[in-house]
């Protein structure tokens, strides 16, 4: 059984990191209807191994441009590669200091499904909108990657409201084009994620070995489903936003949203 909830979690996180659905909030929903119940290290050591995997699903599709980045930053000039790194790196800025000084806010919000059902019917308006929004193509400026970092945080602050889905509709917003919102809005997370594993890494017991809570083969088996099903959810992302297709995911966030408030207000 706790390999089922093991691959189901990975599959989870892998899909709603890059689909505009909310990974935490359907999280949240996973873990309570799988019955899930780890210790405090376990879970923090499952989130590492979950978000771990998605991170390398992102350096598995962005190979190429991230090869470009690093050659270009090798150089150790200004050039274009730089000015991208460094628009990528931008957006931390608003992350970190959520990660810093609104940790305790975020999990307390985190366990009330209220506000996942209510944020999903938010990030279910902000796909519609995406999906409406003519095709422009202005370029992306450092004023515009610091404010969908703004957005990213707010993302990450409350569970439901998607992280891919807000930042893929604020640069559309923005003017930007609808290929490079997305491929800018999935660099974006590289840095997120792994900023994110080293944060809850430093939160395991310091003293001594760090005891594995779970059988190696568990981990193994959430971490490749992160990584396969995000691999698969990034390329199919980028896609559907080049061709406008998210209505579904907008028509999906809002059911659930709305699905999730009527249960917790029934329970």
Known sequence: MEYIKA?????????????PVSSSGHIVIAEK??????????????AVIL????????????????????????QLKWNQETILSAKIVLPMIPAAFVGLFLEDLASEILSNLIVVGS????????LLFAD?????????????????????????????????GST???SLALGINREKAASFSFLMVLPLILGAS????????????????????ILFVAFTASLISGIVACRMMIA???????????AYCFLLGIGVIVYSLCV
């Open 119 to 126: 944020s999903l019917v938010i990030t279910s308006c902000m």
């Open 198 to 217: 080293a944060r809850i890494l430093l939160k395991l017991p310091k003293s001594g070995e760090i005891a594995v809570q779970h059988d190696p083969l």
């Open 132 to 164: 409406l929004k003519k095709e422009t193509s202005e370029e992306l400026t450092f004023k515009k990657s610091f404010v969908i970092g703004v957005i990213q945080a707010c993302a990450a602050l409350l569970p439901g409201l998607s992280r891919s």
């Open 240 to 250: 559907l936003v080049k061709r406008a297709k998210l209505f579904f995911f907008s």
């Open 33 to 46: 209807l799988l019955n899930v119940e780890y210790n405090a290290e376990s879970s923090l050591q499952m």
């Open 168 to 170: 893929i509709a604020t």
């Open 7 to 19: 691959l189901v979690l990975g599959v989870v996180q892998g899909f709603t990191e890059f689909l």
């Open 51 to 74: 978000h771990l995997g998605t991170a390398l699903s992102t350096i598995v599709v962005f190979r190429n441009t991230i090869m470009r980045i690093l050659q270009g930053l090798a």
